[in-house]
C-alpha cells in the first residue's frame, strides 16, 4: 500500500539521484524549448507529470497532514493543420492523517479531473496562445474520505504569452455537480491558476504560480501560492525534467492546511 514513507522516499530518491547521474546531452536550444513547452499547458508537447504535495496544520487542532501525488498525463492530439485537442488528466494518490479528529488515516485514490482543451496550432497575431474546452470531474475516490461523490462538469480555458525566456497567463476552470449521492454537498468551484514563468538559457525555470478555489456555496478561497524551480535535462535516451519548491496558504478554509507547504515535480517528456 502506498503510504507518506514511500512517496516521500521514492520522490527524494529522484530529485536528489537523478540529478547527480544524469547526462548532459540535451541540446541547450533544444532544452529550453523543452522548458518553454512545460511552461505551456496546451503545448503539442506529450508528457507525464508526478507532482507531489505536501501540507499540514489541518483541523481544528492544526495537527492533521496530507500527501497528494497528482499523476497528471499530457496528451496533444492533432486534428488537423490549424487545431489540437490537449488533454490534460489529474488523477490524485493521496494519504492523509487527522483532518478533523476521530478521522484516522487514510490512503487511496480521489477524484479525477479530465480537462480537454481545443487549441490552435499556431498563436495568434499578437503572440497569444489559447485553448477552451470542458472539464470533468469523476467521483473515483476510494475512501468516502478521499471522494466528492459527485459527478461534475463545466467549461475550462486557458491563455498566455511567451516573450524571450517569460512566460505568463492564466488557466481557469468551473465545475458544478450535476449526478452524485444526495446525502453529500453539491460541487460548484471555480479555479483559478495565473502564473509567471522564467526560463533561463540552462532550461531552468522558474515559476511563481497561485492555485485558487473559490467554493460558491460556502463562500470560502483556498488560495496556495507556489514557487517552484525545475530543470530539463537527460538520462539515457529520457528526457525529464525534475525540480521543487515551497507553497505558503495566504488563505484556506476553517480547518484547511495553513502555513507551508513543499512540492516535488518530476515529469517525463516525449518530444515528436
Not at 483541523?59 to 492530439?77: E, F, R, S
Not at 481545443?118 to 476510494?142: C, E
Not at 467554493?215 to 528526457?239: A, F, H, M, Y
Request: charged letters at 15%; a negative charge.
Amino acid at each position: 500500500m502506498l503510504n507518506k514513507v514511500s512517496f516521500y522516499t521514492v520522490f527524494i530518491a529522484l530529485a536528489l539521484c537523478l540529478p547527480a547521474q544524469a547526462e548532459q546531452t540535451v541540446n541547450k536550444d533544444n532544452a529550453v524549448e523543452l522548458a518553454k513547452k512545460l511552461a505551456n499547458p496546451v503545448a503539442a508537447l506529450i508528457s507525464l507529470p508526478f507532482q507531489l504535495n505536501y501540507d499540514s496544520d489541518i483541523g481544528p487542532k492544526d495537527d492533521g497532514d496530507h500527501w497528494i501525488l497528482n499523476i497528471q498525463p499530457v496528451i496533444p492530439i492533432t486534428l488537423n493543420e490549424k487545431w489540437n485537442l490537449i488533454s490534460r488528466t489529474i488523477l490524485p494518490v493521496i494519504s492523509q492523517d487527522d483532518i478533523f479528529p476521530g478521522s484516522g488515516s487514510q490512503t487511496g485514490i480521489g477524484d479525477i479531473v479530465q480537462s480537454l482543451f481545443l487549441s490552435p496550432s499556431s498563436a495568434t497575431d499578437n503572440g497569444w496562445i489559447w485553448g477552451a474546452g470542458p472539464v470533468f470531474l469523476f467521483p473515483s475516490g476510494s475512501d468516502d474520505l478521499l471522494t466528492a461523490d459527485k459527478w461534475g462538469a463545466g467549461p475550462t480555458a486557458v491563455m498566455l504569452k511567451q516573450t524571450g525566456p517569460w512566460t505568463y497567463g492564466g488557466l481557469a476552470n468551473h465545475v458544478w455537480s450535476f449526478a452524485g449521492k444526495d446525502d453529500r454537498a453539491d460541487v460548484n468551484a471555480t479555479f483559478l491558476q495565473p502564473f509567471l514563468t522564467y526560463t533561463t538559457k540552462n532550461a531552468i525555470s522558474t515559476t511563481l504560480l497561485t492555485e485558487s478555489t473559490y467554493n460558491w456555496d460556502s463562500k470560502e478561497w483556498s488560495v496556495p501560492l507556489n514557487l517552484i524551480v525545475t530543470k530539463v535535462t537527460k538520462l539515457g535516451g529520457q528526457i525529464f525534467s525534475f525540480g521543487g519548491g515551497v507553497r505558503y496558504w495566504a488563505q484556506s478554509p476553517d480547518n484547511g492546511p495553513e502555513g507551508w507547504g513543499a512540492r516535488l515535480v518530476f515529469t517525463l517528456l516525449f518530444p515528436k
